[in-house]
């Protein structure tokens, strides 16, 4: 068990939750045996001032040895002027990894969360989907036009990009049994690419997971829906790059804390525990390559400050135990233990939160209290 990670923190904020999370992964190698290889390296700003760009021919190299790449968070204020920018690094790996489906869930286990949402409790209990965004094509990519009066970015998909996103979901719902249900979102009521989009889905589930419900939802209502009756879509959304964007942001705004929400960006299907190695986008370790981070960026106005919440990043280095290195009951406890920590209040035990879930804690403080749970568990 184990494999080789890259590790990137990045800039600010990124070491300093990037540190307390790697403390998990200690711990993790303590309880199971384990082995990880972790190699340090720069991207972003870190990068921009030591090699003049914002991630080297080298480290993208390193990205593609490793079995998964951990990464913190890129830019700040400092690098404003910079060419290339600082984030650009992250979207440069992105690329050559060739992650296209970005998994943001958006759940609230916790009781914490359901206070800091600024959704009615009575709405927000319950909710727990992930959005499955498509990542490495669509209107983001492609051969872009912008003259003077005019502007133009073809919004493109081919069948293969539309199919092993499919299966992405596909593969995810059949992890659950009864398997979680699928929204394929789209606008191909006036849109020709996500008309493609839908139908491609449909011969995909049709022929590779009958056993998987699968349902059309338009975009723009998903957009309504999610804030009105947010748990008629517990199971996956998947969806191209555009509208994952925006759905993706509508549903961090749901948790009301940036602190809280990991994702997930995947090169291929994941196994289920116990199940076949994946096909495509297969690491060395027997799961898939992935790269993971924190939703939140690089928080200049706090960082330097050990206030930093550091739940989303723990939360990123679960889901990379899962994906990248089939050990899912150790993303579970993991998951479990920082559910335990956001409610140790609301269990009569003491409160352990960072400012922005309205506590005292500072990221050290926080850190400890998901370590002592994660080995309690
Ligand atoms: P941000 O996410 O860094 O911060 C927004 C607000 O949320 C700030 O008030 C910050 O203090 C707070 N916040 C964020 N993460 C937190 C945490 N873990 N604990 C407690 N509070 C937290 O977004 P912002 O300010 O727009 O961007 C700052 C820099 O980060 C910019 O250079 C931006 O380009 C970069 N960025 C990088 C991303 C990445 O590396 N993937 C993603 C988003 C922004
Ligand atoms: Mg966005």
Redo the contacts with the bound molecule.
């Keep these: 068990k184990g494999g080789k990670i890259l590790i990137l923190p990045?800039?600010?904020?990124?070491p300093e939750?990037v540190t307390e999370a790697l403390k998990i992964l200690d711990i993790i190698e303590e309880a199971t045996g384990a082995k990880f290889e972790r190699d340090f390296d720069l991207c972003?700003g870190a990068s921009l001032d030591k090699h003049k760009d914002s991630v080297t021919e080298a480290v993208l190299k390193k990205s593609e040895e490793a079995d998964a790449v951990f990464?913190?968070?890129?830019?700040?204020?400092e690098?404003g002027h910079s060419q290339p920018?600082?984030?650009s690094g992250?979207l440069r790996i992105r690329k050559r990894l060739q992650v296209f489906a970005n998994l943001r869930p958006c759940n609230f286990a916790s009781k914490a969360l359901i206070h800091r949402s600024p959704i009615k409790p009575e709405i927000i209990t319950g909710v727990d989907f992930t959005i499955i965004r498509e990542n490495c094509g669509g209107a983001y990519y492609g051969e872009k036009t912008e003259e003077k009066d005019y502007g133009c970015d073809p919004w493109e998909y081919s069948r293969p990009e539309i199919e092993r996103v499919a299966r992405v979901a596909g593969a995810l719902a059949m992890q659950r049994d009864p398997p979680l249900p699928v929204w394929s979102v789209d606008k191909a009521n006036v849109l020709a690419s996500p008309r493609v989009w839908r139908r491609i889905t449909h011969e995909v589930f049709g022929k590779e997971f009958p056993e998987v419900e699968i349902r059309d939802q338009l975009a723009d209502s998903l957009a309504m829906l999610l804030i009105t009756k947010p748990t008629a879509f517990n199971g996956l959304i998947v969806t191209d790059n555009t509208f994952g964007d925006i759905l993706s942001d509508e549903s961090g705004g749901l948790t009301g804390s940036?602190?809280l929400l990991p994702s997930a960006s995947l090169a291929g299907a994941p196994a289920a525990e116990g199940g076949d190695s994946p096909v495509l986008g297969r690491n060395n370790a027997g799961g898939v390559v992935g790269l993971y981070?924190?939703?939140?960026?690089?928080?200049?106005?706090?960082s330097g400050k050990g206030?930093?919440?550091?739940?989303?990043?723990v939360l990123s280095l679960a889901m990379m135990l899962r994906y990248s290195f089939n050990m899912h009951r150790e993303a579970e406890v993991v998951e479990r233990a920082i559910a335990k920590v956001l409610d140790s209040k609301d269990d009569g035990g003491l409160e352990v939160r960072?400012?922005?879930l309205g506590g005292t804690a500072g990221t050290r403080e926080m850190s400890e209290a998901i370590q002592g749970e994660v080995r309690r568990l």
């Design positions: 990045g800039d600010h904020i990124g939750v972003g990464f913190g968070s890129a830019g700040g204020p690098w920018n600082p984030e992250l940036l602190g981070e924190p939703v939140h960026g690089s928080a200049p106005d706090i206030l930093a919440n550091p739940v989303a990043q960072t400012g922005d």
